[in-house]
């Protein structure tokens, strides 16, 4: 079964609007997580990297104010789009790393699918 | 920087042929990750493969295979006597610290009947 759950799978919302993605890792704790985001027919870009308890740190070129990240436990980041427009859809995917005796495994979660319409 | 190229972007054939799917990589660090995920249409990413760079030898699992050649800095992917249901969009991605991954821009098989 997946250990790392996004929510929700799938969210329509209208332009204007914010929306909440939330990414959760469900057997490990994970300080660290990553926010992807995937355009239709594109690779998946990183957009930020989550950290527990502190900010988040974004990559060149993804508005921080427009995307915000809160990591608020080490079993929960959450992404929301603020004043959601049509461009922002997207595919948007978290991982979380999980430590292991032989080693880091990385974790990816389901997916979001974002419509703002 | 970092950087996986996957120059396919997309190669049909047809149920029962092998096919090979392409990734060249740049990486200035020697301590590194390589990964294969396949992403039906419903978006998850299904993990196939992890290598890292100290590990060249090839891997055949069932009817995947994986060619890591660090001399020409390719990680290629075949799949023998391709179905229908490998029909999806294969990614090849690159991983320093096992955390923050880059990906390639992807190729779609389509695997026809």
């Known amino acids: 079964g997946a250990v790392v759950s996004q929510h929700p799978s799938r969210v329509i919302c209208k332009s204007g609007t914010s929306v909440k993605i939330e990414c959760r890792s469900l057997d490990f704790q994970a300080t660290t997580m990553f926010w992807y985001r995937q355009f239709p027919k594109k690779s998946l870009m990183l957009m930020a990297t989550?950290?527990?308890?502190?900010?988040?740190?974004?990559e060149q070129g993804v508005e921080k104010d427009k995307f915000l990240i809160n990591h608020a436990s080490l079993t929960l980041s959450t992404l929301t789009v603020t004043s959601a427009h049509p461009e922002d859809s997207s595919f948007y995917i978290c991982?979380?790393?999980?430590?292991?005796?032989?080693?880091?495994?990385?974790?990816f979660g389901e997916g979001s699918w974002l419509t703002v319409v | 920087a970092q950087k996986v190229t996957q120059a396919q972007t997309e190669i049909s054939v047809v149920e029962k042929e092998d096919v090979t799917l392409d990734c060249v990589y740049e990486t200035r660090d020697t301590t590194y990750y390589l990964f294969w995920y396949k992403q039906p249409p419903s978006g998850e990413l299904v993990f196939l493969i992890r290598r890292n760079s100290f590990d060249e030898q090839n891997e055949i699992s069932g009817r995947y295979s994986w060619n890591f050649q660090k001399s020409t800095s390719s990680f290629n992917f075949t799949i023998t006597a391709s179905q229908v249901v490998d029909s999806a969009v294969y990614f090849c991605a690159l991983a320093m610290n096992f955390n923050k991954f880059y990906f390639g821009s992807g190729t779609k098989l389509n695997v026809k009947p």
């Open positions: 989550s950290n527990e308890g502190s900010k988040a740190t974004y």
């Open positions: 991982s979380g790393a999980r430590d292991g005796s032989s080693g880091n495994t990385i974790y």
